[in-house]
């Protein structure tokens, strides 16, 4: 297995401009998860997915969109970059919403807004 | 409002010594407390977890020590190498749906912890 992957890697983008990352899983996981971290600010919860064609808004979601329509994919849209989003991106996976239940993380995407 | 308060930001530690970091809760619906350890450059990985329902969970050099009277939990790393040297983070989730955030993580702001040799 694979895991859970991200792509790209690292990203530079201008204002104003637009760009998807994204997050795949080969676990068939139900509950996907996007994050932000930023220096000092730990891990923040952007959206959340509890299935397919189900998401849901965590802690900062302004300025990004998501989307389910697998099991396995779940893309983090960035509708017009803004410097405050420059931020590593993480997405996570876990078997469902049930506690107990150990959430995997991707290798994360660096993105940097000029 | 933070709802998982970390400390420290910072430690440094010698070879051999023990690490002690620290976390405190607000939110009595929690009943899971995991703790991440992230390398530069990489995603967080699960490190060691515990339930509300023990007060101490111990795995090889790694313990959480767990006090629900005074909603704080805690990570000791025993002997510290300098293998050990990353950022660590304190979280905790509920599963009963309180705001509909059943199974969400609330992540501390993470301890950078440095094992000097």
């Known amino acids: 297995n694979a895991g859970v992957t991200q792509t790209p890697k690292f990203q530079v983008l201008k204002t104003g401009q637009s760009m998807t990352l994204q997050c795949a899983q080969d676990?068939?996981?139900?509950?996907m998860s996007w994050y932000r971290q930023d220096p000092g600010m730990g891990l923040r919860l952007i959206h959340y997915?509890?299935?397919?064609?189900?998401?849901d808004q965590g802690e900062v979601p302004n300025g990004y969109n998501v989307s389910r329509s697998t099991t396995e994919d779940f893309p983090l849209r960035l509708l017009s970059a803004a410097p405050s989003q420059t931020s590593v991106y993480f997405c996570?996976?876990?078997?469902?919403?049930?506690?107990?239940?150990?959430?995997?993380f991707g290798p994360g995407t660096r993105l940097t807004v000029l | 409002q933070q709802q998982v308060k970390q400390s420290p930001q910072s430690l440094i530690v010698q070879k051999g010594g023990i690490s002690i970091i620290n976390c405190a809760y607000e939110?009595?619906?929690?009943?899971?407390f995991p703790w991440y350890q992230q390398f530069p450059g990489k995603g967080p990985a699960l490190l060691i977890a515990i339930r509300p329902d023990v007060s101490e969970k111990k795995e090889g050099r790694f313990t959480i020590s767990f006090n629900k009277s005074a909603k704080q939990f805690s990570l000791h790393i025993m002997d510290s190498q300098p293998g050990d040297s990353a950022t660590y983070f304190c979280?905790?989730?509920?599963?009963?749906?309180?705001?509909?955030?059943?199974?969400?993580?609330?992540f501390g702001k993470g301890t950078k912890l440095s094992v000097k040799p």
């Open positions: 676990m068939n996981h139900e509950y």
């Open positions: 979280a905790a989730s509920s599963g009963s749906n309180y705001g509909g955030s059943q199974g969400n993580l609330i």
């Open positions: 997915s509890v299935g397919a064609g189900i998401t």
């Open positions: 996570a996976s876990t078997l469902d919403r049930g506690t107990y239940n150990e959430q995997f």
């Open positions: 939110n009595t619906a929690f009943d899971y």
